[in-house]
């Protein structure tokens, strides 16, 4: 095999790449800046930022699942240069975000009472229920402004996004700041502080994504004509296809690391709380690969849209050799630095925490053993599922995450971490088996597929 055809399109890759990344950074670096202000309180609320966060978690997958379907679209069209038909996928895609933003506000608002019933602390469960108020209305702006983004993205402009992210990022991590710990003026209100400031940093992300796409001469043609006429209902119903199998393989996924929160909530706060100080830092490198994902979406779908089957093979290849290299990167991180990292989420110095904070870190450390044994097979699953909706081929993915997470992954969590003494680390060797399912049947898929399209294409004289 000659990697120099692979290898040369690294750059261009990157280069579409590293605002995504960043930008997704910078959705994560919101809930570690939350997780590291609130666990220098103690280690039960950053246990309660956990739970209350796994609710939202599952509601944010469905959401930005379902709005990825507008990328390839847009994508398809941007290849085919149709602005007509890009509009339609921005205009329609909109509304439906909305829509879908305030559903999974009121599903969160109503389902609350559900946490009482899980097995969690009665202490955490008491100190989650004022922040999951809060942070599930920040539901609505974030829903909406992923349409922008998605949208944006399709276009190959993916900057704008991350600037909306840093300027979020700054305002959560000053309201944080001062109402957490009541500095200055303001009262001290803890865990409810965190909330408003992810609130509040969200509607001014998406009030800034709105003002610069309105801004740039380039997106004109598409906030024209925006009115209820506009909406189609062949559109409406591309989205939803695309989106509704999307939403649902985002959503088994995030079930299933959800699904560790509440496993190791039910082993001991102090395993719940490792879990979260784990899985922040593992989301944080998972993001890199979560960008070149939303890379290969773009690229394949302009590829489709161009019917050159060959060349998106070898795109798709090249990113998913990238993405596979910088794992194996941050799984050595992971391994040489795992008794450090766990070290800033926990006042060390705080006497009356000392040893169930010196618990957490042990634990933590241990499940960051884990994780860079499954960062590979974790975004290697990513990117090419990115791909596969690059091709539009969502359903086949679907089923396939379903039995990898749920079939495989998640029973063998249930079985090694509450039914064997290795608990949450039994709990995160199941993650490890589920992702690992997930990326070679995925895998299997694409290589099928896009084989199969390269015969067709040929047959047909093209």
């Known amino acids: 095999m000659n990697l120099s055809i692979y290898t040369k399109e690294f750059g261009y890759n990157l280069k579409l790449a590293y605002p995504i990344i960043i930008g997704m950074l910078g959705h994560t670096v919101v809930g570690i800046v939350d997780n590291a202000m609130v666990g220098q309180i103690g280690p039960k609320e950053l246990a309660a930022v956990s739970l209350g966060n796994s609710f939202i978690f599952i509601a944010m997958s469905l959401g930005i699942g379902f709005s990825t ?14 602005i007509e038909k890009g509009r339609s996928a921005f205009h329609n895609g909109l509304l439906l975000c909305t ?5 999974l506000f009121l599903l969160i608002f109503f389902a609350k009472p559900i946490i009482s019933y899980m097995g969690q602390s009665e202490e955490v469960v008491n100190l989650a229920s004022p922040y999951l108020d809060i942070v599930a209305f920040s539901l609505v702006p974030l829903i909406m402004f992923q349409a922008y983004k998605q949208f944006a993205d399709g276009k190959s402009e993916t900057k704008y996004s991350m600037w909306a992210t840093i300027l979020g990022n700054i305002v959560n991590v ?10 200055w003026i303001f009262p001290e209100m803890g865990i409810v502080g965190a909330a408003i400031g992810t609130i509040t940093s969200r509607i001014v ?8 796409m309105v801004k740039k001469p380039k997106f004109h043609p598409y906030f024209e004509k925006f009115s209820w006429e506009e909406i189609s ?25 959800t699904g560790a929160i509440w496993l190791c909530g039910m082993i001991s706060a ?12 593992a989301s944080l490198t998972f993001m890199f690969a979560m960008g070149l994902s939303v890379t290969a979406m773009i690229r394949i779908g302009n590829q489709k849209g161009l019917q050159d089957y060959k060349k998106l093979r070898i795109v798709a290849l090249s990113i998913f050799l990238l993405a596979t290299l910088l794992e194996i990167v941050f799984a050595v991180l992971f391994i040489l630095f795992h008794k450090v ?32 044994l499954f960062q590979i097979s974790d975004g290697l699953q990513v990117v090419v599922l990115g791909a596969l909706r690059g091709l539009q081929d969502v359903k086949i993915p679907m089923y396939i995450t379903f039995i990898a997470y749920w079939i495989v992954g998640f029973p063998i969590s249930i079985y090694l971490g509450l039914y ?43």
Do not use: C
């Open 99 to 103: 829509v879908l933003g305030l559903l």
């Open 174 to 183: 000053v309201i944080n700041y001062f109402l957490i710990f009541g500095i």
């Open 205 to 212: 992300m998406l009030l800034f994504m709105h003002y610069v």
């Open 420 to 462: 064997t003494d290795l608990k949450a680390i039994g709990v995160w060797l199941g993650l490890l088996a589920g992702l690992t399912a997930a990326a070679l049947f995925l895998f299997y898929r694409f290589n099928r597929l896009t084989k199969k399209l390269i015969i067709e294409n040929y047959t047909n004289g093209n």
């Open 270 to 281: 102090s395993s719940q709380a490792a879990n979260q100080i784990a899985l922040s830092l």
């Open 233 to 257: 209902k062949n559109t409406i119903t591309k989205i939803v296809n695309l989106g509704t199998p999307s939403a649902l393989q985002m959503f088994f996924e995030v079930a299933l690391f």
């Open 69 to 82: 379907a507008i990328t390839p679209i847009v994508a398809e069209a941007d290849g085919e240069n149709s």
């Open 341 to 372: 990292l766990p070290l800033p989420f926990l006042d060390m110095d705080q006497t009356i925490h000392l040893v169930q904070n010196q618990e957490v870190v042990w634990i933590a450390s241990q499940l960051l053993l884990v994780a860079a």
